[in-house]
């Protein structure tokens, strides 16, 4: 079983910063992706930003620029940084972390964690 535990998150003003870190433990397995994704009242819940195992990143239209995910697969964690915050980034930001094996995909998510930005 793989466990994700995000934190980091808070209230933030317009423009501030924030940085998100999800921790993974469990059985870890090479090859895998983790992204962060986010959920606004009434809206579905959508990626922000994803990384491999091996580094390669991508970024949703609506954070690219500001926003930066990074990983450290020997202390097993994830983070997003964001800058120049906005209102309509407030959500619920879930930790995501997917593998396949033998052609069937696991996903494990985390519990999320609440941003609001506003003055």
Same mark, same amino acid.
């Given at each position: 079983?793989?466990?994700?535990?995000?934190?980091? %998150?808070?209230?933030? &003003?317009?423009? +501030?910063?924030? !940085?998100?870190?999800? /921790?993974?433990?469990?059985?870890?397995?090479?090859? $895998?992706?983790? %992204?962060?994704?986010? &959920?606004?009242? +009434?809206?579905? !819940?959508?990626?922000? /930003?994803?990384?491999?195992?091996?580094?390669?990143? $991508?970024?949703?239209?609506?954070?690219?620029?500001?926003?930066?995910?990074? !990983?450290?697969?020997?202390?097993?964690?994830?983070?997003?940084?964001?800058?120049?915050?906005?209102?309509?980034?407030?959500?619920?930001?879930?930790?995501?972390?997917?593998?396949?094996?033998?052609?069937?995909?696991?996903?494990?998510?985390?519990?999320?964690?609440?941003?609001?930005?506003?003055?």
């Amino acid at each position: 079983q793989v466990q994700l535990v995000e934190s980091g %998150g808070g209230l933030v &003003q317009p423009g +501030g910063s924030l !940085r998100l870190s999800c /921790a993974v433990s469990g059985t870890i397995f090479s090859n $895998n992706t983790m %992204g962060w994704y986010r &959920q606004a009242p +009434g809206k579905q !819940r959508e990626e922000v /930003a994803s990384i491999t195992s091996g580094g390669t990143t $991508n970024y949703a239209d609506s954070v690219k620029g500001r926003s930066a995910i990074s !990983r450290d697969n020997t202390k097993k964690t994830m983070s997003l940084q964001m800058n120049d915050l906005k209102p309509e980034d407030t959500a619920v930001y879930y930790c995501r972390y997917w593998v396949t094996i033998f052609g069937k995909q696991y996903n494990y998510w985390g519990q999320g964690t609440q941003v609001t930005v506003s003055s």
